[in-house]
T-cell receptor, first 113, second 114 residues
Framework: QKEVEQNSGPLSVPEGAIASLNCTYS??????FFWYRQYSGKSPELIMF????GDKEDGRFTAQLNKASQYVSLLIRDSQPSDSATYLC?????????????FGAGTRLTVKP | DAGITQSPRYKITETGRQVTLMCHQT?????MFWYRQDLGHGLRLIYY???????DKGEVPDGYVVSRSKTENFPLTLESATRSQTSVYFC?????????????FGPGTRLTVL
């Protein structure tokens, strides 16, 4: 089992819809979780992080964390074509120092006008 | 403000050759990282450095060497390149170790080993 798993997609949603991206992780003790966006041919950029159970909202983005289920998700409301990218989930495993983060392989999202 | 840069952006080399990828950041960030990105694997950490002269292995360090004599530079050397090291390499830097310290990535170097 991979440490961080994501559905590779592609996930296709119409413009204006909600895109839901999911990530599961294997280390139950993981403490912080990150979502990165990566446009084709570009480098990853941080969208948001979460470390407490529940929801965290930032503009059109909402991260949801459920540590009991070892599940973290990213919701993108009012999806725009400019949101079309690969979304990477990253998890902070032992020793929980944010130095050796483990990344999922990413989910490719396409938002159709 | 250049931020974080990598050179070269593209490199083709042959099996057995030594290759050095350069990374430079202008923020005086303490932490610097080297990742490789391959289809199906996502980003995997090769090495990281917490400060000048302090480096540590990541998930996939075999076949790579790093050094950090100056805070702003973090070169990655493939001592004897192999085809399995064909990948996109990203350097990253971060101010501190806290969860609120954002990790910034360089533009990447696409390396092909023939």
């Amino acid at each position: 089992q991979k440490e961080v798993e994501q559905n590779s997609g592609p996930l296709s949603v119409p413009e204006g819809a909600i895109a839901s991206l999911n990530c599961t992780y294997s280390d139950r003790g993981s403490q912080s979780f990150f979502w990165y966006r990566q446009y084709s041919g570009k480098s990853p950029e941080l969208i948001m992080f979460i470390y407490s159970n529940g929801d965290k909202e930032d503009g059109r983005f909402t991260a949801q964390l459920n540590k009991a289920s070892q599940y973290v998700s990213l919701l993108i409301r009012d999806s725009q074509p400019s949101d079309s990218a690969t979304y990477l989930c990253a998890v902070n495993p032992p020793p929980y120092n944010n130095n050796d983060m483990r990344f999922g392989a990413g989910t490719r999202l396409t938002v159709k006008p | 403000d250049a931020g974080i840069t990598q050179s070269p952006r593209y490199k083709i080399t042959e099996t057995g050759r030594q290759v050095t990828l350069m990374c430079h950041q202008t923020w005086s960030h303490s932490y610097m990282f080297w990742y490789r990105q391959d289809l199906g694997h996502g980003l995997r950490l090769i090495y990281y450095s917490a400060a000048a002269d302090i480096t540590d292995k990541g998930e996939v360090p075999d076949g790579y060497v790093v050094s950090r004599s100056k805070t702003e530079n973090f070169p990655l050397t493939l001592e004897s390149a192999t085809r399995s090291q064909t990948s996109v390499y990203f350097c990253a830097s971060r101010r501190g170790q806290g969860v609120t310290d954002t990790q910034y990535f360089g533009p990447g170097t696409r390396l092909t080993v023939l």
